[in-house]
């Protein structure tokens, strides 16, 4: 199953994986980009020694391609994209912000560069910056989200740009690739499907905490900071909503958020801290292999797309 996403990033399936905070560490990315996907080192809010450590360590266990994601807000920004420059790492992803002004730097130094949209309006722009591809991402995202659905979201911006989409949020399995494929993405990104590899670094509970989550489980909140986050339902998310339900400043709600994916990720306190987490968390039911899980995603859609061949032959496109 191969697409320009494939020919652009120089791996063997459509599949990346989202680059989570905490989450997208060496062993994780190394684990994906070993199984013919792209992983992705999560930056976060991480400083930049940190950064350059997981860079090193996915090279010492993968000679695949493999990328880092930056985030926006964090305070580390330029350090993080220095390192990354240094380093010599060949894909990078953003997230959280508009990359536009950096976009140039990463070109030159022959970086191929997918930031992540949630609009069509940022998508143009980007591509007229530089981007090679995008991630559009829907609004069923884990995480920092905007405002549109995938479903709503990907054909609009397929159609406003002329580089390769790529479609996250709320895809899960091979049903979802190839949706993704029907809207006219040339792959997806997932990151909660992920969370549940077996490689993923993050803390146990909150592995159990998205295999036992169901449909609703996860809830919006921060839309009065302008950051609305998508995590599952806990006390945290609950004593978050009362807060912003009070009038809070963004300030006092920016305090009390600091340092809870941390808390849950790494400390396994998943009910005082945030466990970020997309709606498609009711679908994963076990922890296996990253790279049993893109195989696994792969072939469902590929028999998938060669049952519907046969079913409408004639029918959907003549
Ligand atoms: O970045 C994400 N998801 C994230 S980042 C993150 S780290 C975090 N930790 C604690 C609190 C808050 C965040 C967790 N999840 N997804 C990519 C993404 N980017 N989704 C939406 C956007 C986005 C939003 C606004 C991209 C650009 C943008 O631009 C605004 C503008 O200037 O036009």
Redesign the pocket.
């Known amino acids: 199953m191969r697409t320009v996403i494939c020919d652009l990033f120089g791996i063997e399936h459509p599949v990346i994986q989202g680059g989570m ?1 905490w989450l997208g560490t060496a062993e994780l990315v190394s684990a994906v980009s070993n199984g013919g996907g792209l992983g992705i080192i999560g930056a ?1 809010n991480a400083p930049p020694s940190w950064v350059r450590e997981q860079i090193r360590a996915t090279r010492e266990r993968t000679d695949r391609p493999f990328g880092v994601n930056i ?1 926006l ?1 964090s305070p580390f920004v330029e350090e993080v994209m220095e390192v990354i420059l240094e380093e010599g790492v060949p894909i990078v992803t953003t ?4 990359p536009g002004v950096y976009i140039s730097r990463f070109k030159e130094a022959g970086i191929k560069v997918m930031p ?3 609009s069509v309006a ?1 998508a143009k722009r980007l591509e007229r910056s530089g981007a090679d591809a995008l991630v559009a ?1 829907g609004m069923e ?1 884990g ?4 405002e549109t659905t995938t479903m709503a979201l990907v054909p609009q911006v397929v159609d406003s740009v002329a580089i390769p989409v790529v479609a996250a949020g709320g895809i899960g399995d091979g049903r979802g690739l190839a949706a993704a494929f029907s809207l006219g993405a040339q792959g997806v990104q997932m990151g909660t499907r992920f969370v549940c590899a077996e490689e993923c670094i993050v803390h146990a509970n909150y592995k159990r905490k998205l295999i036992e989550a169901r449909d609703r489980a996860t809830m919006v909140s921060g839309y009065s900071t302008g ?1 609305p ?1 998508r995590c599952v339902e806990n006390r945290m998310t609950r004593q978050f909503l009362a807060l912003e339900k009070a009038g809070a400043s963004v300030e006092e709600l920016e305090r009390f ?1 600091q340092g809870k ?1 941390e808390l849950a990720a790494l400390e396994g306190d998943v009910e005082d801290g945030s466990v ?1 987490a997309g709606q498609i968390c009711g679908l994963i039911k076990e922890v296996k292999p990253a790279a049993a899980i893109i195989k696994e995603i792969v072939e469902e859609a590929e028999s998938i797309i060669s049952k519907l061949n046969r079913s409408y032959i004639g029918v959907a496109h003549g």
């Open positions: 905070a976060g985030m807000m997230g959280g912000g508009n992540v949209v949630s940022l991402e995202s995480g920092h989200i905007g950051h986050v958020g994916l970020m």
